[in-house]
């Protein structure tokens, strides 16, 4: 029986919520509001990754990975969905693993997986039923599985491998008699060994050999594809493993019943990513260029196998290209096309070269993999306030459907907006770039502006999901990214633009492209000429090195992973680029321009406070680069200077904690010299001590 409560109770609990009512109401509507993103929550997002399709399309096998604070890592979990998008579920356990394939009859599936300690541990092909189960290893090669590609009737598996080193001579190396000669033989820069293909018999009986070597050969195999009569095997090799001289690779056939191998390119281009078509007479590979190493986008070019007659197939198509895969009757390719920065799936016609669109998305789309009826395909979609997520899509154009639904969180932030921008250079060269704006911009209002200056040099600002614009936005600032002379995607003429060939080489037309493209957004009301910072990795380090030494008008700076002295980077780091494009020669024979192309030998002129960031272990743009820029504008003392130099880091940040330090560090430095205030970084905590904090107040 219910009891009613006093007349005076009733009055107070009345009084009680009109009085507070109003005020609860406004703290419940600030609470709902999107507020703008933190790193935090560019941290805490979670990304997911297509790994393999079954046969029959029904079945995506994808990787999930989210961060892990406390372990100052990230997990990566491997799941299975309906492709209907009706059910998915945790398909491995924590042991996980890498490099899924579908067995051609649709009955099993195989990853990789590495087991073992020390110099014992090695990786191995795993596999299990597809309806799932205990998954176990199908083989024990010594020393590791390399690339895999199935039989097309199931029945065998091919694969690459390093060769195993001999019982003496890896005693030699565990007993510390472990110096390294670089560049001979096997060795690049570290330690390596020659690679062979081999193939596994999956029907063999137990005590049968089931693994048989196909090819016993000093050379390095980049990759491979067995055609599907299982008659040929077309691979990419070199002979040599000098880091710069990937031009050295070529396509080779190899007979698999003889062993018969014979060489089908001659050149100075490095050829990838071949694939037999369905009759097993040819296949498509990809190159820049049939004859030398060029800084040119990606094409499709079509080898007929025995005749070893090749033609390009994608003349039709300015844009870059990667991603082939075959129609079942032979008659189109299916690749993925990136334009600017977009990208979308087209299919090219093997005997006209007629191009057409499949998808039509203004965002980056990104096909990966295909039923084998190619009647559907899985591909990943993300545009510039959509993070990415997996799609199954229909090769008739029809209504794709969404697998994965990511990070629905974002629907709490506030995003940038954003604007694709063009302007003419210096010297009437068409330039794009894309703007980036706070969620309350204001026409006519005019904002501080962060310069974004990508990495390569043939890099390019994708129409996709970059935390960092909308975190920015958030914390009140405009970006511009330009792609400029140099980028990737628009057609081989812009991506050339800033070679010895056709210009003066890098840190010449791509910083005018720059600057005028700060002209642009300043004229147009947009950004405040006296609040103008930049920031840039890897060639966005060493252009934006570049730009604070000819121009003051920028408030403060961040570099990381750059080169900033040419010389003394020729040896330790990755040259070919600027060797055979950029600058020319090399430092004895042009010491000329690899002096005057190097931001050391300006540094004298810098005056913008420069934040300066690298990884202690980078190998592509070696680290006392950026302790020898730091030295001498420290010894100078025109302009304050920070060096954050990361231990454990490579190229890219891989630690949480790293990155984290890294992005506020930044911003801090950027409000500081570029606004004039302190800034205060996010508590990495504060939500869940505000979250406690609710909790005691509700128990009070």
């Not at 075959?326 to 690749?335: L, Y």
């Not at 081989?492 to 037309?509: K, P, Q, S, W, Y």
């Amino acid at each position: 029986m219910k009891v009613a409560p006093p007349a005076r109770l009733i009055l107070a609990i009345l009084l009680v919520v009109v009085i507070a009512g109003p005020a609860t109401a406004r703290a419940q509507d600030e609470a709902s509001a999107p507020r703008p993103m933190t790193t935090d929550d560019a941290l805490d997002m979670t990304s997911v990754s297509p790994q393999a399709l079954s046969p029959d399309g029904d079945w995506l096998i994808y990787s999930k990975r989210s961060l892990n604070w406390d372990d100052n890592e990230y997990d990566t979990e491997v799941w299975m969905a309906r492709t209907d998008g009706s059910d998915t579920f945790r398909y491995l356990g924590e042991d996980g693993g890498s490099d899924f394939r579908f067995s051609p009859d649709g009955k099993y599936v195989t990853f990789k997986r590495s087991s073992g300690e020390g110099r014992s541990r090695t990786t191995q092909l795993y596999w299990m039923r597809t309806s799932g189960g205990e998954a176990t290893a199908l083989t024990e090669h010594e020393p590791s599985i390399g690339q895999y590609r199935w039989s097309t009737d199931s029945s065998r598996i091919f694969f690459a491998a390093q060769d195993k080193r001999d019982k003496d001579e890896q005693k030699t190396i565990d007993d510390g008699d472990d110096a390294i000669f670089v560049d001979e033989g096997p060795n690049g820069q570290t330690r390596s060994q020659w690679s062979n293909l081999w193939v596994f018999m999956i029907e063999e009986e137990e005590d049968e050999e089931r693994s048989t070597q196909l090819t016993d050969e000093e050379f390095l195999v980049s990759g491979f594809d067995p055609s599907p009569d299982m008659r040929w095997i077309a691979l990419t090799a070199r002979y040599t493993n000098r880091r710069n001289d990937g031009d050295k690779t070529e396509i080779f056939l190899l007979n698999v019943e003889s062993g018969e191998k014979t060489r089908l390119t001659e050149n100075q281009a490095p050829e990838g990513g071949v694939l037999w078509s369905p009759d097993s007479r040819s296949f498509v590979y990809s190159a820049g260029d049939d004859e030398e190493w060029l800084n040119r986008n990606s094409k499709l070019w079509l080898m007929e196998a025995q005749l070893g007659e090749h033609r390009l197939l994608t003349e039709n198509f300015a844009g870059n290209v990667s991603g082939a895969t075959w129609s079942p009757d032979g008659s189109h390719i299916f690749f993925t096309g990136s334009e600017g920065p977009n990208s979308n799936v087209f299919r090219v016609n093997v005997e006209s070269g007629a191009v057409e669109a499949v998808t039509q998305l203004d965002g980056s789309t990104r096909a990966s993999h295909w039923s084998a009826d190619r009647s559907r395909f899985i591909y990943t979609f993300s545009d510039f306030d959509t993070p990415s997520d997996i799609w199954l899509g229909h090769a008739d154009g029809s209504a794709a459907t969404q697998i994965t639904d990511a990070n629905p969180q974002l629907a709490d932030l506030q995003l940038a907006s954003m604007r694709r921008m063009t302007w003419a250079s210096t010297d009437g060269t068409e330039i794009e770039g894309l703007a980036h704006f706070p969620a309350d911009f204001e026409e006519g209002r005019a904002y501080p502006l962060m310069l974004n200056i990508h990495g390569g040099p043939a890099g390019v600002f994708s129409n996709s999901f970059r935390s960092s614009y909308h975190v920015y936005a958030g914390l009140g600032w405009v970006a511009l990214s330009p792609n400029v002379r140099g980028s990737c995607c628009y057609d081989d003429t812009l991506r050339e633009g800033n070679t010895v060939a056709r210009n003066d080489g890098i840190g010449f037309g791509d910083y005018q492209d720059l600057l005028t493209g700060v002209d642009m957004m300043v004229d147009s009301g947009m950004a405040d000429p006296d609040r103008l910072a930049l920031r840039g990795w890897s060639y966005g380090g060493i252009l934006g090195g570049w730009t604070i030494t000819q121009t003051d008008r920028f408030k403060g700076a961040s570099i990381g992973a750059g080169v900033y002295d040419w010389t003394s980077e020729y040896g330790p780091g990755f040259n070919n680029d600027v060797r055979l494009w950029h600058i020319g020669g090399s430092p004895w024979d042009n010491p000329e321009g690899y002096r005057n192309q190097s931001t050391l030998t300006h540094v004298a002129n810098i005056t913008t406070p420069t934040l300066i960031i690298h990884g202690m272990n980078d190998t592509v743009d070696t680290e006392p680069q950026s302790m020898m820029l730091f030295v001498a504008m420290k010894d100078i003392g025109k302009a304050p200077v920070r060096y954050m130099r990361v231990p454990r880091e490579l190229h890219g940040f891989r630690e949480p904690r790293h990155q984290r330090r890294r992005d506020t560090e930044e911003i801090s430095w950027m409000h500081k010299h570029v606004l004039g205030e302190e800034w205060t970084p996010w508590e990495r905590d504060a939500e869940e001590k505000s979250e406690e904090a609710d909790e005691e107040a509700d128990d009070s």
